[in-house]
């Protein structure tokens, strides 16, 4: 089955860039999925389709993917922004779908 | 605005089976959307279950398919879990949650959860 690997944790200072990654294997042709979840909440979506934003979420949040490593960037980090990060895909070739295992972002 | 709420025990014995039920609001259950269930172990990730559409298809996790059933109520706009021969690796968040398709590129993705039910397994 398709594996997605992240970061267990990355820290970042308030007002700078967050940078948290998903690895697969070509990810890069893949579409991929970002989920943001505070304690105690239930999963929100922020990024999809790699780069596209649902409605409320700040433009501060972006994606990039390409190769074997697909990238959610946070600009201009608030402390708001302190939770735990999740990459998503389906994989074609199961039919299922994936969840990297996730990244705390500490913001210090 | 879609509202998925999860409903049913929280607290489970050995061996028996979970069942929960995930009423749906704001969409058609009969709408070309699929319906998951993804749980979440205390202090671990997200898991997916497997997910359902209108129509009866289902698809499961292959590590969860001997033991789930999945099924759909039109009439009451709601959607169920069944979880047999449940232990304490199955205690868990349990999310229902609305399942996205893309027209143009392959691909799904989550685009509405509901809050999550805690269930417990324990005698």
């Known amino acids: 089955s398709y594996v997605l690997t992240q970061p267990p944790s990355v820290s970042v200072a308030p007002g700078k860039t967050a940078r948290i990654t998903c690895g697969g294997n070509?990810?890069?042709?893949?579409?991929v999925h970002w989920y943001q979840q505070k304690p105690g909440q239930a999963p929100l979506l922020v990024i999809y389709?790699?780069?596209d934003r649902p409605s409320g979420i700040p433009e501060r949040f972006s994606g990039s993917n390409s190769g074997n490593t697909a990238t959610l960037t946070i600009s201009r980090v608030e402390a708001g922004d302190e939770a735990d990060y999740y990459c998503?895909?389906?994989?074609?070739?199961?039919?299922?779908?994936?969840f990297g295992g996730g990244t705390k972002l500490t913001v210090l | 605005q879609v509202h998925l709420q999860e409903s049913g025990p929280g607290l489970v014995k050995p061996s028996g089976t979970l069942s929960l039920t995930c009423a749906v609001s704001?969409?058609?259950?009969?709408?070309?959307?699929?319906w998951s269930w993804v749980r979440q172990s205390p202090g671990k990730g997200l898991e997916c279950i497997g997910e359902?559409?209108?129509?009866?298809?289902?698809k499961f996790t292959p590590s969860l398919e001997s033991r789930v059933t999945m099924s759909v109520d039109k009439s009451k706009k709601q959607f169920s879990l069944s979880l047999s021969s449940v232990t304490a690796a199955d205690t868990a968040v349990y999310y229902c949650?609305?399942?996205?398709?893309?027209?143009?590129?392959?691909?799904?993705?989550?685009?509405?959860w509901g809050q999550g039910i805690l269930v417990t397994v324990s005698s």
């Open positions: 949650a609305r399942i996205r398709m893309s027209s143009t590129v392959p691909t799904y993705y989550f685009d509405n």
């Open positions: 704001g969409d058609s259950i009969s709408s070309d959307n699929w």
């Open positions: 359902i559409h209108h129509s009866g298809t289902t």
């Open positions: 070509n990810i890069g042709s893949k579409s």
């Open positions: 389709y790699e780069s």
């Open positions: 998503q895909v389906w994989d074609i070739t199961s039919d299922q779908m994936v």
